[in-house]
């Protein structure tokens, strides 16, 4: 089932004394349901406009966005931020965590609008999610105690405990060292489909884009499928080169056929908080 489907999307913005910059050219793009998808372009090709567009932060300026069946038009806005909240994780380069906020306060956050009284319901959510990406025995750490690659696992739990269906992934190993990055690139693409979400991840980097099942190229706004570049050979004394869906396990909670995975937090279970 398509979750989301882009037909003829353009972005367009009008500049003060100049012709409108022309960002996203008709772009096509169907994401089904457990989907995991790359998008690889250059500097200033569009992928941030791209990006807003799906993540339902921004609207086309023509074409049509359908987000699961539902087009973005006939949304409310209302609407289509609990859609967001709710539906859609957003990871980033930079971690984007709370300073001063433990884990697990940061893997809360999301699930902060529900009652008081489920503090503890939360609490258990965000510590089950923090256990499945290896973290369980580091939820009172600081972002400050935390590696480049722990803060990005963190991230990663906070953008999963709410069982979003679509996660968006910006450049998830960009401040991440090639070993690091590609472990918790694996980790992302174990736990978005063990929990069943669709993956788009927008990167430059063609090692991280391997992972994916399908591949495009963004170029100057135009989006083209393409198939997967070959890997970038790794360095002496970097990782050992991964497979196209590597095993997590060195990242701590991963599963294994001999330890299979927590369970991933129920979408409605979180819905309802
Ligand atoms: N609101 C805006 N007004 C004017 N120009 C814009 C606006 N938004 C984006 N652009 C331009 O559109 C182009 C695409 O921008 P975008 O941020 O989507 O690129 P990107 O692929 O994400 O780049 P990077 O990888 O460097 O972050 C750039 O040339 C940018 O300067």
């Known amino acids: 089932m398509a979750l989301l489907r882009l037909e003829q ?3 367009m913005v009008e500049l003060p004394d100049a012709e409108p910059l022309h960002i996203l050219r008709g772009i096509d793009l169907e994401v089904e349901v457990g989907d995991h998808v790359s998008i690889v372009g250059r500097s ?5 406009t791209l990006l807003n567009l799906l993540g339902l932060l921004d609207e086309p300026s023509s074409g049509r966005l359908v987000f699961d069946e539902i087009p973005l038009e006939r949304m409310r806005s209302g609407q289509r931020d609990r859609r967001r909240g709710r539906d859609v994780g957003f990871i980033f380069q930079q971690f984007n965590l709370l300073a001063g906020r433990t884990a697990i306060e940061n893997v809360m956050t999301p699930l902060l ?3 008081p009284q489920q503090f503890w319901r939360r609490r258990r959510l965000a510590a089950d999610m923090l256990d499945r990406v290896g973290l369980g025995s580091r939820l009172d750490a600081l972002p400050t105690q935390l590696s480049g690659g722990e803060q990005q696992r ?20 960009g401040a991440l060292d090639v070993e690091t990055g590609e472990r918790v690139m694996a980790l992302l693409d174990q736990v978005a489909e063990d929990s069943g979400a669709a993956l788009i991840t927008i ?6 884009a391997s992972l994916a099942r399908r591949h495009y190229r963004l170029d100057q706004g135009v989006l083209t499928p393409s198939t997967a570049e070959p890997r970038e050979p790794v360095l002496a004394g970097a990782a050992a080169p991964v497979a196209a869906r590597p095993a997590a396990a060195p990242l701590g909670a991963a599963p294994t056929a001999a330890t299979p995975a927590a369970p991933i937090p129920n979408p409605t279970t979180a819905e309802t908080l």
């Open 44 to 48: 200033g090709s569009g992928k941030s």
């Open 154 to 173: 963190v991230a990663i739990a906070r953008a999963l405990v709410r069982g979003p269906r679509l996660i968006l992934a910006d450049e998830p190993t």
């Open 9 to 11: 999307v353009t972005r």
């Open 203 to 208: 990167t430059h980097d063609r090692n991280v």
């Open 113 to 115: 609008y529900a009652p």
